[in-house]
């Protein structure tokens, strides 16, 4: 049958099990937008306030189900508004699929209205991009953008349609729907020799990351733990994979990680790192990361093996394949000592003091999970709210914490709340953590929130201040606070109520006990502001490019 290129559009959306999809029109893309209204039972549009927040959606969407995000936007400015959120998703291996509107194929590259050559801009932030410059070709080419979303190590693929090719007409033909590869093969010598290593270890220690979720091999990963009775540190995009009370969970690792993790790691005589990069903020100084330990590596992509750390053993291929296999390969051990040293440690982490009159951001985050169930999504925005989050909100489960590791985007939290509370729906409870400065960066999406009815609890830690650059002021640049009091008088009830949304204004913890459990009855958004001191630190602190001995713990001094 003989269909138009925005017929065919909608029709391998749908084809490839697209029903969600968030965007924004203008005229490169109207030819798709009228196709879409004609199909409004079979794709969900949701509008964004700003494609930016369109592209974050997609993102936490994709994160909270590990489906592929999908965003679509005009062209020119209308496209390179998507760039903040593509590197965002890039970054953190993310499986989204985002299409672009460009001029007619006979106006490219002329600087017409409205013109960008977002292929080139994207290039370096995409697996992989592509510029439909045939009728013929855009079945397939969406087709294979699904593909690549979703194989190997995840991430971002983008599909530019000039406006005269979703015009044309073209023979269309029903496909299946793309599977993924399935990356099933692996090094056996390596892993033989990782489990060599790993079982005459005195002090092994695991380390994963964010890989672990997406290969989801959560169940493998924790039995090898307890076969071979390891402890095990993780990073900010694998926090929900160890239950809290876990004995074997060592917390966060790197610089706002706990001293137990950090120390462990340092003192470690084997290290296995699965689904990780060892990037700046977990190995500070690499020369010295794990200074006393054998490393093995588990990883999808192979670029990433000896490329900030170099390794002893590595093995190439999907989490859930490799360790179900080295799961075969591993001795059981009892490693007492080594959990007898780890425990002495664990006396000198960081705790925080309570407050009965001030707001503290360790006891806003106890109450919000204290109230809000054991099933709830946590999404942060940037900055020192995120680092809270991760060291005190407990019974995270994996895909409930959504957060901008790699690319640490600031403005990510609102979009990203909203597209998980799209993709999970209404009954479920989506909570938005965010602070002042990084709220402003996307609040506009408020009226997202409010058009769809979502109710995304926004909680505001509000210190009037950049907190995580002031914060490097005050310990690192003689308390010289450049720019990081933008003197804001933002009143953010009002602002709510002027978006259709409900506000509060919390100084005190009881305070916030009130609203949050107004809110948990609101039907649709709700902001609560939290008053917290300018200099409220996230601690434990690891400078950058220092190691565990310059850890900086609640008295300011080194441990």
């Not at 949701?46 to 995000?69: I, N, P, V």
């Not at 107004?518 to 200099?535: F, R, T, Y």
Request: charged share 25%; with cysteine; hydrophobic share 40%.
């Amino acid at each position: 049958m003989k269909l138009t290129g925005s017929e065919i559009f909608v029709e391998v959306l749908v084809e490839q099990g697209v029903d969600t999809l968030f965007g924004y029109p203008g005229g490169a893309v109207l030819n798709l937008y009228d196709e879409l209204y004609r199909n409004q039972d079979r794709i969900h549009h949701y509008m964004s306030a700003h494609e930016q927040g369109a592209s974050h959606a997609a993102d936490g969407y994709a994160r909270a189900t590990g489906k592929t995000g999908v965003v679509l936007a005009t062209s020119g400015p209308g496209a390179t508004n998507l760039v903040t959120g593509i590197a965002t998703a890039y970054m953190d291996s993310v499986p989204m699929v985002a299409f672009t509107g460009n001029v007619g194929t006979g106006g490219l590259g002329k600087d017409s209205f409205q013109e960008a050559y977002i292929e080139g801009i994207t290039m370096p932030i995409t697996k992989h991009n592509y510029t439909v410059r045939r009728i013929e070709d855009l079945a397939d080419t969406m087709r294979e953008a699904f593909r690549i979303a979703q194989s190997g190590r995840k991430g971002p693929v983008l599909v530019d349609i000039p406006k005269d090719i979703s015009a044309a007409v073209t023979e269309f033909e029903p496909k299946e729907p793309v599977r993924p590869e399935v990356i099933d093969t692996y090094d056996t010598e390596q892993l033989k020799k990782a489990a060599e290593l790993l079982g005459s270890a005195k002090r092994p220690v695991i380390y994963f990351g964010g890989g672990v979720i997406s290969s989801e091999a959560e169940e493998p990963l924790k039995a090898v733990m307890e076969k071979a009775d390891i402890p095990a540190t993780w990073t900010l995009m694998a926090k929900g994979i160890l239950d809290d009370e876990d004995p074997l969970n060592l917390g966060l690792i790197g610089m706002h990680g706990k001293f137990v993790s950090n120390k462990a790691i340092d003192s470690a005589d084997v290290i296995l790192a699965v689904g990780t990069r060892f990037s700046d903020r977990v190995a500070l100084n690499p020369a010295k990361f794990a200074r006393s330990a054998k490393i093995i590596q588990f990883d999808i992509d192979a670029s990433e093996v000896d490329k900030n750390v170099e390794v002893d053993c590595s093995v190439v291929g999907d989490a859930n394949v490799v360790l179900r296999a080295f799961l075969e390969l591993l001795p059981e051990a009892d490693h007492t000592e080594w959990h007898k040293q780890i425990t002495e440690w664990k006396e000198k982490d960081y705790r925080p003091y309570d407050s009965e009159t001030a707001l503290k951001p360790h006891q806003i985050l106890q109450k919000v999970c204290e109230l809000s169930g054991d099933d709830s999504i946590y999404v942060t925005d940037v900055g020192q709210h995120q680092m809270w989050a991760a060291q005190y909100l407990t019974h995270v489960k994996p895909r409930h914490f959504l957060t901008s590791g790699g690319l640490g985007t600031m403005g990510y939290g609102y979009g990203a709340a909203i597209g998980a509370q799209i993709a999970k729906g209404k009954e479920q409870r989506v909570i938005h953590l965010t602070g002042d400065g990084s709220f402003h960066m996307n609040l506009n999406e408020g009226v997202t929130a409010v058009s769809y009815d979502l109710p995304v609890i926004t909680v505001i830690f509000n210190n009037q201040v950049l907190g995580m650059v002031r914060q490097w002021q005050t310990l690192l640049y003689g308390k010289r606070y450049s720019s990081t009091d933008p003197h804001r008088k933002t009143n953010y009830v009002k602002l709510a109520e002027g978006f259709g949304a409900k506000g509060w204004h919390c100084e005190t913890l009881q305070e916030f006990e009130e609203a949050f459990k107004e809110a948990l009855n609101n039907p649709g958004p709700s902001w609560i502001e939290c008053v917290i001191d300018k200099d409220e630190k996230v601690l434990p602190m690891i400078p950058a490019g220092a190691t565990i001995e310059d850890i900086i713990l609640a008295d300011g001094k080194e441990a």
